[in-house]
């Protein structure tokens, strides 16, 4: 599982920093998390490809969903023929599709709009997007990709001691299947070990601090957080419905996350976010200030 930022600043873009969007990768899979205006020449600069499906808006701030509106236009000249699915908050879908028809151009694949209640999961095979409540102005959601719980590691040596011929026999003790060889029964228990976690990546969007993030973020391999003010302005942030790089870190360290990433930096600490990472390692070590262009691997917890 791969993040790419593609922009990491509040309101508007600086010199060195766009507004916000990422990439997530995983398994093959592409998706996108908001698509501020400039997201695709980021996409060009940081080779992540168009070969995505879905995009999912956190809320519909001009500055997380202007750039579908150039973005939808390229693909079409691109001649691209799958659909593009846009996902956005219950009550956002009229707003969206104004911006999907702007202008006189028409796209030449289809661009359904699935509005998104909390808990709505939109379900991929052995993966989930879960979208939960945030708090900030008007409808706003976070994500969380949450992977299923992958099968135990099979245990191929004892399988030879024992006798099971390699092939058929060793898929099915894998996929939780009795077996016979040779008038003696083997059970998956015997050669499978406990079933292993998945990753859980957690997106918030513009928020404050809630719990709706502590609980779908709890034990979260990588929380993206956003960290929009340093503690100095902490009385603006509640006023406008964001978070404090001191805030998000107190949050991530009460509910076990492994790893934070801090993004959405207002235009003030753009060029120098040291002053937010400073406020939030003290409280949660394993943090990191995003930057356009970052790349965070996610591995699974054995790795």
């Given at each position: 599982m791969r993040v790419t930022f593609l922009g990491t600043a509040a309101a508007r873009p600086t010199v060195g920093r766009n507004v916000s969007s990422l990439i997530m990768q995983r398994e093959g899979d592409t998706m996108m998390f908001d698509c501020g205006e400039g997201t695709q020449r980021q996409m060009m600069r940081y080779?992540?490809?168009?070969a995505f499906s879905d995009i999912f808006f956190t809320h519909l701030h001009a500055d997380h969903f202007l750039g579908v509106i150039g973005l939808l236009r390229t693909l079409g000249l691109?001649?691209?023929?799958?659909?593009?699915?846009?996902?956005?908050?219950?009550?956002?879908?009229?707003?969206?599709?104004?911006?999907v028809d702007l202008g006189v151009e028409r796209v030449p694949f289809e661009v359904p709009i699935h509005e998104l209640e909390p808990g709505e999961a939109v379900k991929r095979g052995d993966y989930d997007v879960v979208p939960?409540?945030?708090?900030?102005?008007?409808?706003?959601?976070?994500?969380?990709?949450?992977?299923?719980?992958?099968?135990?590691?099979?245990?191929?040596a004892l399988?030879?001691?024992?006798?099971i011929p390699e092939g058929p026999l060793w898929g099915k003790l894998h996929h939780g299947e009795t077996v016979e060889v040779d008038g003696r029964v083997f059970d998956p228990g015997e050669l499978v070990g406990e079933a292993r976690p998945g990753r859980r990546v957690v997106?918030?969007?513009?928020?404050?601090?809630?719990?709706?993030?502590?609980?779908?973020?709890?034990?979260?391999?990588?929380?993206i957080h956003e960290a929009t003010f340093a503690q100095d302005e902490a009385d603006r942030a509640v006023a406008t419905g964001h978070s404090?790089?001191?805030?998000?870190?107190?949050?991530?360290?009460?509910?076990?996350?492994?790893?934070?990433?801090?993004?959405h930096f207002s235009p003030r600490y753009a060029d120098d976010p040291r002053l937010l990472e400073r406020e939030a390692?003290?409280?949660?070590?394993?943090?990191?200030?995003?930057?356009?262009?970052?790349?965070?691997?996610?591995?699974?917890?054995?790795?």
């Amino acid at each position: 599982m791969r993040v790419t930022f593609l922009g990491t600043a509040a309101a508007r873009p600086t010199v060195g920093r766009n507004v916000s969007s990422l990439i997530m990768q995983r398994e093959g899979d592409t998706m996108m998390f908001d698509c501020g205006e400039g997201t695709q020449r980021q996409m060009m600069r940081y080779g992540t490809g168009f070969a995505f499906s879905d995009i999912f808006f956190t809320h519909l701030h001009a500055d997380h969903f202007l750039g579908v509106i150039g973005l939808l236009r390229t693909l079409g000249l691109q001649a691209r023929e799958e659909p593009v699915h846009l996902w956005t908050p219950r009550g956002t879908a009229d707003t969206l599709r104004q911006a999907v028809d702007l202008g006189v151009e028409r796209v030449p694949f289809e661009v359904p709009i699935h509005e998104l209640e909390p808990g709505e999961a939109v379900k991929r095979g052995d993966y989930d997007v879960v979208p939960f409540r945030t708090q900030h102005a008007g409808r706003s959601l976070g994500y969380a990709v949450v992977e299923h719980p992958r099968m135990g590691r099979f245990n191929a040596a004892l399988a030879r001691e024992l006798g099971i011929p390699e092939g058929p026999l060793w898929g099915k003790l894998h996929h939780g299947e009795t077996v016979e060889v040779d008038g003696r029964v083997f059970d998956p228990g015997e050669l499978v070990g406990e079933a292993r976690p998945g990753r859980r990546v957690v997106y918030t969007g513009d928020t404050r601090p809630t719990a709706g993030t502590r609980e779908h973020a709890r034990d979260a391999d990588l929380l993206i957080h956003e960290a929009t003010f340093a503690q100095d302005e902490a009385d603006r942030a509640v006023a406008t419905g964001h978070s404090t790089a001191r805030e998000a870190a107190e949050l991530a360290a009460s509910i076990g996350v492994r790893r934070l990433a801090l993004t959405h930096f207002s235009p003030r600490y753009a060029d120098d976010p040291r002053l937010l990472e400073r406020e939030a390692k003290p409280l949660f070590p394993d943090v990191v200030t995003a930057y356009d262009g970052m790349v965070i691997e996610v591995p699974y917890r054995e790795a």
